[in-house]
């Protein structure tokens, strides 16, 4: 278990862009299986050390997950408002092709979407930038973009690659609801973050029956009046580029910070790393937080708050929920529905938080150390297919 948090990545490669001079990397956690994967991000600021953080945690979500490959993360250190931003990815993204083509399954990370990844891409000749996934399953060329191409059906308002990692956040709110023994129709939920994350989680717990009582953006804070439910269909729909809307009547505004002063039974940070710190632990009123976003919680934190029994979901956990979808995506031997990949997605991800939160319990540690353990314990199988039974 030690060795998984503190062992070196198995794979750095650094990129110094020939036009602007910005930094990018990819890291490849571990080469123990024939697939790696983990999205691609465009961060002001962003350093080699905080990718090879994000990496490592991609590995942990695939052991969690019990998917056979191993972490990566890629990233670009640049201002993702730049009107420089596609010339920046497409550039970035031809360097490592060779990666993405054999071993490397991309996907979407901080300010950054599927489309757009897909669409840079194909220009590159890339058929998909998940395309190892072909190599690793087994599966020619027109059959995988076939079963690709069901991340596009239509879930509600939006499609199954929009939704699932929002859906399995709220997946693993609701097994803490669950653990906790609180009715989904009498829980309470203010949600950090309101892009396609935190607007898929706040979508599917809304649908669920639990209530929505607070959100918050990067500007601002939404909070009920009563802990009556927030209008999130209305919220949704008038949102633009990631910010909640300022023409709703249900709720008041606030500063952004005023979210963790919102007392509710769950808390998801579902943006930034570091949203919750030594500062804000301390006052938080909440029985639980289930963070969606990478690194949302410092260690500090997270000791805090365990003195305080408040139960907290490890990031890796709570968040992997896309690699849980690619699983019931390309793991099954028939062709998946969307409503296939949710319900898949959404039972494994309820039994993992149940025995995690089980072997919390049983053995006093934090759900954290048990998660690190389960994770220690998964086997490695290198030349099985990632996705689906072992036995297939």
């Known amino acids: 278990m030690i060795d998984m948090i503190h062992k070196k990545p198995e794979l750095i490669v650094e990129y110094t862009d020939p036009l602007e001079g910005f930094k990018g990397w990819l890291v490849i956690d571990a080469l123990s299986h024939e697939l790696c994967a983990g999205g691609l991000r465009v961060q002001e600021g962003l350093t080699r050390d905080c990718v090879v953080d994000l990496a490592r945690n991609m590995t942990l979500k695939m052991r969690i997950a019990g998917i056979r490959a191993d972490g990566a993360k890629s990233g670009i250190d640049y201002d993702p408002h730049s009107s420089g931003k596609t010339g920046a990815l497409d550039r970035f993204i031809r360097s490592i092709r060779p990666y993405i083509l054999e071993r490397y399954s991309m996907g979407p990370d901080l300010n950054v979407k599927l489309n757009e990844l897909d669409d840079i891409a194909g220009k590159l000749g890339i058929p998909s930038v998940k395309i190892a996934i072909a190599k690793a399953q087994g599966f020619d060329l027109p059959y995988f973009l076939e079963r690709y191409g069901v991340l596009k059906n239509p879930v509600d308002h939006v499609t199954l690659g929009k939704i699932r990692s929002g859906f399995g956040l709220a997946a693993a709110c609701l097994g803490v609801l669950e653990f906790l023994e609180i009715p989904q129709q009498e ?89 919750v710190v030594v500062d804000n632990a301390r006052t938080i009123s909440v029985k639980a937080i289930v963070p969606g976003a990478n690194l949302a919680i410092t260690k500090e934190a997270e000791r805090l708050l365990h003195e305080r029994d408040i139960i907290t979901i490890p990031d890796f956990v709570a968040g992997c929920g896309g690699s849980l979808s690619m699983d019931g995506l390309f793991g099954p031997s028939y062709h998946p529905s969307a409503q296939n990949v949710l319900d898949h997605l959404e039972k494994r991800m309820r039994d993992i938080v149940k025995k995690i939160l089980e072997r919390s319990q049983e053995g006093s540690i934090t759900p954290r150390e048990a998660a690190l353990h389960l994770c220690s314990e998964a086997p490695i199988y290198p030349k099985a297919k990632p996705y689906g039974p072992l036995d297939e």
């Open 187 to 275: 829980a309470t939920v203010a949600i950090q973050g309101f892009g396609g994350l935190g607007t898929g989680a706040a979508y599917s717990l809304h649908k669920s029956g639990v209530k929505i009582v607070g959100l918050a953006d990067e500007e601002k804070s939404f909070i009920s009046t009563n802990e009556d439910r927030l209008d999130i269909k209305a919220l949704i729909r008038d949102s633009t580029n990631g910010l909640i809307p300022k023409t709703q009547r249900n709720g008041r505004y606030e500063d952004r910070s005023h979210i963790y002063d919102v007392k509710c039974d769950v808390l998801i940070p579902a943006a930034i790393e570091n949203a």
